[in-house]
């Protein structure tokens, strides 16, 4: 199925975090490299991802997530910075993912849930940004979430504690390294109000496979 397809089907808009693996996407080491990654839209047959690394139509995909637990499929179809997983699912796993997508769709539309996201780390809307190195290389990434002193992101690059760069126009450097990605500290605090015009400044997404070498910078 298609992007525009799927997006005129009955599904549930909701933004779930959660990491996926690649097949036959490795680091130096010869280990499966996972990112993370964020839905857009699910219904009980497919998802919409936004993802850092898209990948190519046909790649077989693992993914996770804290609401849905462990989905595998494949990519059926492919947008910036995003891709279309077809879900394998046997009947049960599709009718109970369908009664999670509605009782999230109804969780999401309680207004007090609507206020504690207000004070919660921020998820920008759109989900891609750049990392600028001090060479002034780039690489694209997808942003985890974000707050006035530091962001979390996804990247194709396996950067060392201490290196500095800067995500969209903020600057900082490495500080912690996840299990899907790396937390940057900026240099100064942000307004928070600014936080998306100022992190938000995507570059086009390199598809996996590509010839260009994992980025590895020491501090």
């Known amino acids: 199925m298609s992007v525009k397809e799927f997006l005129g089907q009955q599904a549930v808009n909701v933004a779930i975090g959660g990491h996926y693996t690649l097949a036959n996407w490795f680091d130096a080491q010869g280990k499966p490299r996972t990112f993370a990654c964020r839905t857009s839209r699910v219904s009980p047959f497919r998802m919409m991802v936004a993802v850092p690394v898209v990948g190519r139509i046909g790649d077989r995909i693992t993914s996770y997530f804290g609401d849905f637990g462990k989905l ?88 060392q504690v201490g290196t500095p760069l800067a995500v969209g126009a903020c600057v900082g ?39 260009e070498p994992p980025v590895r910078r020491a501090g």
């Not at 891609?128 to 780039?138: E, K, P, Q, V």
């Not at 100064?188 to 496979?209: F, S, Y």
């Open 72 to 159: 595998d499929g494949h990519i059926s179809d492919i947008a910036a910075g995003s891709f279309l997983l077809e879900l394998a699912m046997t009947t049960s796993m599709r009718e109970k993912l369908a009664t999670k997508l509605s009782w999230l769709d109804k969780k999401q539309r309680d207004p007090a849930v609507r206020e504690a996201r207000i004070h919660a780390r921020i998820i920008p809307a759109a989900s891609h940004s750049t990392l600028t190195f001090a060479d002034g290389s780039t690489r694209s990434c997808f942003v985890i979430d974000m707050s006035a002193s530091g962001v979390a992101v996804s990247a194709d690059a396996q950067l």
């Open 173 to 211: 450097r490495v500080v912690r390294i996840l299990p899907h990605g790396f937390a940057v500290k900026f240099v100064e605090q942000q307004n928070r109000q600014e936080l998306e015009r100022l992190i938000v400044r995507p570059a086009p997404p390199r598809p996996a496979g590509s010839a």
